[in-house]
T-cell receptor
Framework: KAGVTQTPRYLIKTRGQQVTLSCSPI?????VSWYQQTPGQGLQFLFE???????NKGNFPGRFSGRQFSNSRSEMNVSTLELGDSALYLC?????????????FGPGTRLTVL | AQTVTQSQPEMSVQEAETVTLSCTYD???????LFWYKQPPSRQMILVIR??????QNATENRFSVNFQKAAKSFSLKISDSQLGDAAMYFC???????????FGTGTRLTIIP
């Protein structure tokens, strides 16, 4: 099976712009979670989508949003970019059902905000 | 809210020796999972080992084993016969029962000395 893929791998934006990141989960996986990784804050949970519905949400401002499509692919959007949004954005996919579901991570998208 | 603490920002070990990484957590839940993830310089997060809280037996995966002390809320990772490929950031993580959201510690950077 192909692993979790994220596009693009690198992105440079300027303050005030918006950005959309994409995540394609492992085939058959219905849950996609997003994490922000920064040197200062570490790994923080953004949100999780399961079968096109947001099932869990972290403590991020409304500028961060996401969605999931019927094929389980997910996108996250950040509007009105700030310098502090510079980070590695990781997505993870899992089956999403049952008591335990191993999460498989993608390689990440490195976002730089200038 | 759950918290995960890793008090060792950096560790180093001689090749072929044994090293133990520490992790403590706080939760009011009785059922949960604990994980150790490895993030090599290539950035892809990989699951190393997991422990179900309801299991008293410590998990092992080849050279990797954990010491799970539920009452003390401690979850350490022991790496035996360290290899150069073990060099990475190691993250301790928590997930509630049936919950995809992972709460991560701040990580420990492990260096292997040849």
């Amino acid at each position: 099976k192909a692993g979790v893929t994220q596009t693009p791998r690198y992105l440079i934006k300027t303050r005030g712009q918006q950005v959309t990141l994409s995540c394609s989960p492992i085939s058959g996986h219905r849950s996609v979670s997003w994490y922000q990784q920064t040197p200062g804050q570490g790994l923080q949970f953004l949100f999780e989508y399961f079968s096109e519905t947001q099932r869990n949400k972290g403590n991020f401002p409304g500028r961060f949003s996401g969605r999931q499509f019927s094929n389980s692919r997910s996108e996250m959007n950040v509007s009105t970019l700030e310098l502090g949004d510079s980070a590695l954005y990781l997505c993870a996919s899992s089956a999403g059902q049952g008591y335990y579901n191993e999460q498989f991570f993608g390689p990440g998208t490195r976002l730089t905000v200038l | 809210a759950q918290t995960v603490t890793q008090s060792q920002p950096e560790m180093s070990v001689q090749e072929a020796e044994t090293v133990t990484l520490s992790c403590t957590y706080d939760t009011s839940e009785s059922d949960y999972y604990l994980f150790w993830y490895k993030q090599p310089p290539s950035r892809q997060m990989i699951l190393v080992i997991r422990q179900e809280a309801y299991k008293q037996q410590n998990a092992t995966e080849n050279r990797f084993s954990v010491n799970f002390q539920k009452a003390a809320k401690s979850f350490s990772l022991k790496i035996s016969d360290s290899q150069l490929g073990d060099a990475a950031m190691y993250f301790c993580a928590y997930a509630g029962f049936g919950n995809e959201k992972l709460t991560f510690g701040t990580g420990t950077r492990l260096t292997i000395i040849p």
